[in-house]
């Protein structure tokens, strides 16, 4: 499976061309290894189950830097990236029957700052934001995940030494019930 919507593109392990997956490992490799001091089994195996998708946004591949800054090959990582895995695969704290889990949320580092990040979670609602969806969110980003409707679903926990909080975002049907039970709907009776 292979999907454009506008610029962002979304696929599942086979519908990868062979850049796009070697620039999204590049990128998560960066970001939540390196940059976060993490060492972790990135490759875990989950990115190749049916059902597993890839959304991304790509950029211009551009000079890639070394361990010592010096130019060395070429970068082809997505200027912003996101997994969203196979409806009810259980992932860690967050974990919902039914529910999707969004994680490996991450954005190259040259665009933070330009609202790259929440154009990607505007993204990951806009195509899943029907059904249930989840993550496990580091803690310092609990109001970024909350303005895209994702709420405190637990207590935290630890995970690769940095604090991690268990989120939920309930569907868009759960959502109108709740508001309809809460008299929150913005509609008016009329008799």
Avoid: K
């Avoid at 090959?73 to 009810?88: D, I, K, N």
Wanted: some cysteine; hydrophobic content about 40%; glycine content about 14%.
């Amino acid at each position: 499976m292979r999907q454009e919507h506008g610029d962002w593109v979304l696929a599942d392990f086979s519908g990868l061309r062979a850049e796009e997956l070697y620039g999204i490992l590049q990128l998560r490799s960066r970001i939540f290894v390196v940059e976060q001091d993490c060492v972790f089994l990135d490759l875990d195996g989950v990115d190749t189950l049916p059902g597993t998708h890839h959304l991304f946004l790509p950029q211009s591949p551009r000079t890639a830097r070394d361990s010592h800054g010096a130019e060395a090959g070429v970068s082809v990582e997505p200027a912003a990236y996101a997994r969203v895995l196979p409806e009810g695969f259980a992932d860690g704290p967050a974990a919902r029957p039914g529910a999707r889990s969004v994680g490996r949320v991450v954005t190259d580092p040259a665009a933070r700052g330009t609202g790259l990040g929440h154009r990607l979670m505007q993204a990951v609602v806009e195509l899943y934001g029907h059904a249930d969806l989840t993550l496990n969110a580091q803690a310092h980003l609990e109001g970024y995940y909350g303005r895209h409707g994702f709420a405190l679903s637990g207590p935290g926990f630890t995970e690769d030494g940095i604090p991690h909080i268990p989120m939920h975002r309930p569907g868009a049907e759960d959502r109108v019930r709740a508001e309809l039970g809460a008299g929150r709907t913005g509609l008016s009776a009329s008799r």
